[in-house]
């Protein structure tokens, strides 16, 4: 960590004598500066332009300055450090907003709606946030080109004269969702692009009678099969992994739900002692990832075959993208041998047919039998058979609420006083006909503020997040948080600036988001799954405001959330037919780690904690929400 310290006049009796020890715990750049709180009849600085302010020196790339005993604030190339560590997929909503302030600030005129739409809002911001905004990008346009490329679509800022129309916006949009989507499913940002197939591990099995499966599905939808190997003993299963029967009764005033997991008449496959691995319930149209070894070949299909009573089937083509990191041999015991084991992630996508009737289904890869090896008889190799339940679209309609903000632990350092957070919350469904819908802001976009906080305190929110009246396949929804300067007309101005600029995505959004559905499509034409579709989009939004605030603001972020769920995800959630899911972690941008427990789960109500844990900030605030089957 390095720090950068300025001394500012001290005025009053005896404080020259006055001395501060100040212990921080964040990580990278910290800027401090000495100086004493105005007195109250001394004027508070406001710039314009921020250049003349001289008693709160602004650090590089910062925009507003940090406010007089405030807590130390991440510096823009620490921030910008985090993004590039872990962003794959340059920005096109944030780049776009940038090339939208350029021209607005340099008077050219609006070149189409959406840009006449977009220089409305910078038009009404006051004079100091215009400074603001000027300040904003420079700040943008100092980064190193390396930078910018990597965390920017420069196609979109190369040309001042270039405007931002919507079809450029939304091509840009589509390509980065499908990139995003790529990290996602494959690990590569090109992982849909172009096919490629994965390493031959196969082997002679010695003798006709083995009936070792060597083309394994190892996972579906992330969940691991039967054929998983080295095998998973009986209490190696997670919950989530076995087929489960509940049962609810109302106990009181509070309803019990008794899940147990199903030992006889399996849909699918079982173990041993007859438990039942569980069959996942797949909406027609939607998609479905499969992982395993030896998909060799790009020219692979999915067989799916109805149980009885069905008859239906359904040879479907697969999209391949070939595990080509893990290593074709490891030395055991002196031996050269092949690891064919489910640490190899061979990945293949496929759409089940939206034709497709209800009911359960075998899955099963049939591939061409380009083994090269003699002793596989026959044109055709197959896998391992699977199960899948394909159910009809959901006409349920859902809403989710945020209940309320708890601070489990402030930003350190604790004592230099409560934190200020700031709350924003965009939701966006996926609708049935495969368009997504607008934004659905929080609070009109203007989020929600929360003043005081600290270590054990917590506010009420009761705000609605999303909901919806339209069939909707999903919804993404993207929540960022920020812990921002306590003093009031420093914070209104991170506040409106804030504003101002997500309501210019909104307004990119509403001009774009019908251009996008032939991306959406072919993405589901993939095989691609809704769940990550909609995550796709939250992420893509969710950097897009990171990035704009990265660049000028002195306000670090401490929560930091994508939630992409599917209708077939809502239903299970809100219903007591299906077991509460059970807790997981993950890590979202900026190092910030996300811990989700599920609360109470009651007939058409789920609740959950999201636990958002920040190692920079060293600090840990939860949201409690409530997702509802209304209709």
């Known amino acids: 960590m390095t720090t950068n310290t300025k001394e500012a006049p001290v005025s009053g009796e005896n404080l020259s004598e006055c001395r501060v020890d100040i212990h921080i715990k964040n990580q990278g750049d910290v800027n401090i500066y000495g100086c004493n709180a105005p007195l109250p009849n001394e004027p508070t600085c406001l710039p314009s332009p921020l250049e003349e302010c001289e008693t709160l020196p602004l650090p590089p790339g910062q925009c507003i300055p940090v406010v007089q005993g405030a807590k130390p604030k991440q510096s823009r190339q620490r921030k910008l450090e985090k993004l590039l560590a872990n962003n794959r997929v340059p920005s096109a909503l944030a780049a776009s907003f940038f090339h939208l302030s350029r021209r607005f600030l340099q008077e050219r005129a609006a070149a189409n709606p959406l840009e006449d739409s977009a220089f409305d809002v910078l038009r009404s911001l006051p004079p100091q946030l215009q400074g603001i905004l000027s300040c904003a990008v420079k700040s943008f346009d100092s980064l190193s080109s390396n930078e910018r490329e990597r965390l920017f679509d420069t196609s979109l800022t190369n040309d001042l004269n270039t405007p931002i129309d919507p079809i450029t916006l939304a091509a840009a949009v589509s390509k980065e969702l499908a990139q995003q989507v790529g990290v996602l499913v494959s690990n590569n940002p090109n992982g849909l692009e172009t096919e490629r197939p994965g390493q031959n591990r196969f082997f002679d099995p010695g003798t006709p009678e083995s009936f070792d499966v060597q083309l394994r599905i190892c996972r579906m939808n992330d969940i691991r099969t039967f054929e998983f190997r080295p095998p998973l003993g009986l209490g190696d299963y997670e919950p989530a992994e076995l087929q489960q029967r509940c049962e609810s009764t109302l106990v009181g005033e509070d309803v019990q ?17 007859g438990t039942c691995l569980r069959v996942l319930d797949i909406e027609a149209g939607d998609g479905v990832t499969l992982e395993g070894v030896n998909f060799i070949s790009t020219d692979i299909t999915v067989r799916l075959v109805a149980q009885s009573p069905g008859s239906a089937t359904a040879d479907v083509k697969g999209h391949v993208f070939g595990d080509l990191v893990t290593p074709l041999k490891e030395i055991i015991n002196g031996e050269n041998r092949l690891i064919r084991d489910c640490r190899v992630r061979d990945r293949l996508t496929f759409q089940v047919p939206k034709e497709l009737p209800p009911g359960n289904y075998t899955v099963q890869i049939v591939m061409p039998n380009v083994s090269g090896i003699p002793e596989l008889i026959g044109d055709q190799i197959f896998s391992n058979t699977e199960f899948i339940n394909v159910v009809p679209p959901a006409s349920a309609r859902f809403q989710i609420v945020a209940e309320r903000l708890i601070a489990r632990k402030e930003t350190s350092p604790g004592f230099l006083g409560s934190d200020e957070v700031g709350v924003h ?38 705000d609605v997040l999303f909901s919806h009246q339209q069939d909707i396949l999903g919804l993404a929804m993207s ?7 306590s003093r009031k007309a420093y914070n209104e101005q991170i506040t409106t600036f804030s504003e101002a600029f997500i309501h210019i995505l909104e307004k990119e959004w509403d001009f774009i988001k019908d251009h996008l559905k032939e991306g959406l499509e072919a993405l589901k034409e993939l095989g691609i799954k809704v769940a990550l579709i909609v995550v796709a989009v939250a992420v893509v939004v969710t950097l897009g405001i990171d990035l704009i605030y990265a660049a000028w603001a002195p306000a670090d972020p401490i929560i930091i959330d994508q939630i992409g769920l599917s209708t077939v995800d809502l239903v299970a959630l809100t219903s007591v037919n299906f077991p509460s899911p059970g807790f997981s972690t993950h890590s979202a941008a900026n190092d910030i780690d996300v811990h989700v427990t599920p609360e109470v789960k009651h007939p058409q109500e789920y609740r959950e904690l999201r636990e958002y844990a920040s190692s920079d900030k060293d600090s840990l605030y939860d949201i409690l929400y409530r997702y509802n089957r209304i209709a």
């Open 479 to 485: 929540v960022t948080g920020y812990e921002i300067d």
């Open 257 to 273: 739900i008794n899940c147990q997991v199903q030992r006889n008449n399996c849909p699918g496959n079982f173990l041993s002692d």
């Open 425 to 462: 919350v965009i939701a966006v469904p996926l609708l049935a006909d495969g368009s997504l819908g607008g934004f659905q802001l929080l609070n009109g976009g203007k989020g929600r503020e929360f003043g005081d906080l600290d270590s054990g305190n917590f506010r009420i929110m009761n």
